[in-house]
C-alpha cells in the first residue's frame, strides 16, 4: 500500500465530502434564515443530546478493526463479524440510556431526542466501512454513501422550504444512518466476504474485541462531551436562542474537521504495516501528515479571523451578527483538532488505547468546568473559549504528562519545524496522483 493510493483514497473521500458538506451546510443556513433562531436553537439542541450517545455504536472499534483486517487479512470476517456484535450491544444500551434520560429531562423535544438516538444506533453498522478502508477499497461504498445523502440532504431541503415539522426533519437525519447502515450490510454480504471464514466467532471473542476497545470507547464518550457539552450547557444555562448563535459559527468553523479525520484514515493501513516494516519511513509520514495539517489549519484559522463578520453577515444575515465574534475565535480549535486526527491514529498503532481516554478526560473537564464559569457571564464567547483550550488540553497538554505520550510531542515539534522540508515529498505525491 503506497503513499499514493492512501492519497488516492483520501481525495475520493475528500471529493464526496465536500459534495455532502455543501448540501448539509446549505441546509443548516436555510434552516436557520427561515426558521429562525429559536427552531434552530432547537435542532442544534436535539443533535447535540443524541450525539451523546454515539459513541455506544461505536464501542472503539473503528480503527481497531481497520488494524486487525490490516494484520490478518486472513480472518478479516472473524474480526469484523464479532466487533459488529459489540457495536449492536453498545447500541441497544444508547437507546436504554437514551429513554432514560429523556425520563429525567422532561422538556418538550424528549420524543424528538430519543427518536434520533433510535434511529442512530445504526451507525454501529458503520464498521463495515473500516474494513473496506484496510482494504485500500473505500470506493466500493462511496458511490451508494452518496447517493443516499444526496437524496435525503436534497429532501432535507425541500422540508426547510416548505415550513415543515422540526420531527421530520429529526426524521431525515436519523434516516441517515439507517439507510447507509442498511447499505454498507448489503454491499458486504454480496461481495461474500462474510464467507471467507478461517475461525468461528463465540462469545470470548466478543469480550475480548470489546477489552480491547474499552479506553477508546471510554475516549469516545470523553471526546463527544467535550465537543457537544457547549450547546447542551448554553440551553441550560441562557437559552435555545443563544444555542442558535453559537451553532452558526460552530457549524462554519466545524465543517472543516471530516478533512483530517478522512486523511487520517486513509492512512490508517499504510501507517499500521510501516510500523512494523520501516520505522524509519513510519516516522517520517507521521511528521508529513502532521505538517500539512497543522499548517492547513493555520492557514483557515488565520484568514477566518479576519473576514469572520462578513463572512456570517453574507451566510446567516444580520440577526446571526453576535455570531462573528464566536467563530473568529471558534476557528482556532481546528489547529488543535487536526493535529489529534493523526495523534488518534499514532495512539492506536502504538498500543496506548488508556492515553486516548486521558486526552478525553483532560479535555471534558476542562471544557465543562470552564463553560460553567464563562457561559453565564460571556455565553457563546464564552463557550467559543472553553471550547479552544479544552481542544488545546486535549491534544496538546496532555503529551507532557507521561514520557510515552512524550515520544509524540518530539514526533509533532519536529514535525512544525522542519514542515518545509516534510512537504515536498508530499506535493510531489499529489503531482503524480493527479498525472
Known sequence: MSTSSGIKNSVLLIVEKCIL??????NSVLLARIAGPDIFGQYAYILSIAGLFLPLSVMGLNNIVTKYVVNNPHNAHYYL???????????????????LLILILNTENNANILLLIVLQSFSAFYVIEFFFLAKQQVHILLKI???ILLALNSLKCIVILNGSSLSLLIILQGLEYVFIGASYILVYVKGKHHQHIKRNTSRRSYIALAQKGKWLLFSGVAATIYLKIDQIMLANLVDTRAVAYYAAAAKLSEMWYVFPVL?????????????????????????????TLTLSALILSITTYFIAPSLIALIYGSEYS??????????FASIFIFQRAILSKWLIIENLYK???????????????????LIP????VGAAWATVISYMVASYGFLFFHSKTKRYAQILHLAVLNFPTLLKPFIKQLRLVKK
Open 355 to 373: 492515553y486516548s481516554l486521558v486526552s478525553s478526560l483532560f479535555g471534558a473537564v476542562t471544557n465543562i468546568a470552564l463553560n460553567a464559569i
Open 81 to 99: 463479524k464479532s466487533a459488529l456484535i459489540v457495536r449492536l450491544c453498545g447500541a441497544l444500551i444508547s437507546i436504554a440510556l437514551g429513554l
Open 322 to 331: 453576535s455570531s462573528a465574534t464566536i467563530l473568529s475565535i471558534h476557528i
Open 145 to 147: 454513501r452518496l447517493i
Open 21 to 26: 458538506l455543501c448540501l448539509s451546510f446549505l
Open 263 to 291: 486523511i487520517a484514515n486513509a492512512f490508517s493501513a499504510q501507517l499500521s504495516q510501516l510500523k512494523f516494516n520501516d520505522d524509519l519511513k513510519y516516522h517520517l509520514i507521521l511528521q508529513q501528515l502532521i505538517a
Open 377 to 380: 457571564q460571556y455565553a457563546g
